[in-house]
């Protein structure tokens, strides 16, 4: 049974964990700019595992909330994913954006997330008649 809780209260090992498990090393080089990012988050949802209370997923939403939103973070840990832990935190947060115009998700192209975000409902951007920059320093 997955709890599911808003809010940016997490632990730093928590997140450590999570991220860690999921292998996104680059944010774990700065675990203090992203616990930082990450409560400053417009949204953040948190999935436990009620009998264990471990983090088994979450997700972030960056932008203003009216016009644009972005999920930033989407993670579920490997040994609870296939569960629908990752459709559900992104049902709850585009439940609650429903009336935002634009909903971003950039992900990385080698994951093959491509079926699951487009179960979701998300097409590519050129799909879509638009454009898409990224710049990472």
Not at 18 to 37: I, N, R
């Amino acid at each position: 049974m997955i709890d599911y809780r808003n809010g940016p209260i997490l632990s730093e090992a928590d997140v450590v964990s999570l991220y860690s498990d999921a292998g996104w090393t680059e944010y774990l080089k700065d675990k203090a700019k992203l616990l930082k990012g990450i409560s400053r988050s417009l949204e953040l949802i948190a999935a436990y595992d009620k009998e264990t209370k471990k983090l088994v997923g979450l997700i972030r939403v960056l932008g203003d909330g009216e016009t644009a939103i972005l999920v930033q973070d989407l993670l579920v840990r490997k040994d609870y994913q296939g569960r629908g832990i990752g459709q559900e935190l992104l049902k709850r947060v585009m439940d609650k954006y429903r009336d935002v115009r634009q909903k971003i998700v950039i992900c990385d192209a080698d994951k093959g997330l491509e079926p699951f975000y487009r179960q979701c409902g998300f097409a590519e951007i050129s799909e879509a008649q638009g454009s898409c920059f990224v710049k990472f320093h």
